[in-house]
Nanobody, 126 residues
Framework: QVQLVESGGGSVQAGGSLRLSCTASRYSYSSSLLAWFRQAPGKEREGVAA????????YYASSVKGRVTISQDIAKNTVYLQMNSLTPEDTAMYYCAYGNAIYRGFDLMSKDDTYWGQGTHVTVSS
């Protein structure tokens, strides 16, 4: 079992920045992928960014590209999501996900063997 703990959410004004963190209890897949998803009230969950643990290759949703950076500290089992130039449309619950790197990007969302954190809330006010 892999446990993921997110932190760093909060309330900011539009134009501000936040850095989310997700720490995994362990990595169980020989080749793994970590991703951030978000879900706004009344909307479906959507992918934000993903990073492959071994290669550090990254993948971003078009809606956040240029404003968001995903990175990792392998020694700390932690993945980060730096978000800049935030807008009210970024308000959502943000979830960290860990899964097998055989999947591509945000395909993790639909896989039964993906692990999820409890989420951290981000509120952006105008």
């Amino acid at each position: 079992q892999v446990q993921l703990v997110e932190s760093g959410g909060g309330s900011v004004q539009a134009g501000g920045s936040l850095r989310l963190s997700c720490t995994a209890s362990r990595y169980s897949y020989s080749s793994s992928l970590l991703a951030w998803f978000r879900q706004a009230p009344g909307k479906e969950r959507e992918g934000v960014a993903a990073i492959y643990r071994r290669s550090s290759n990254t993948y971003y949703a078009s809606s956040v590209k240029g404003r968001v950076t995903i990175s990792q500290d392998i020694a700390k089992n932690t993945v980060y999501l730096q978000m800049n130039s935030l807008t009210p449309e970024d308000t959502a619950m943000y979830y960290c996900a860990y899964g097998n790197a055989i999947y591509r990007g945000f395909d993790l969302m639909s896989k039964d063997d993906t692990y999820w954190g409890q989420g951290t809330h981000v509120t952006v006010s105008s």
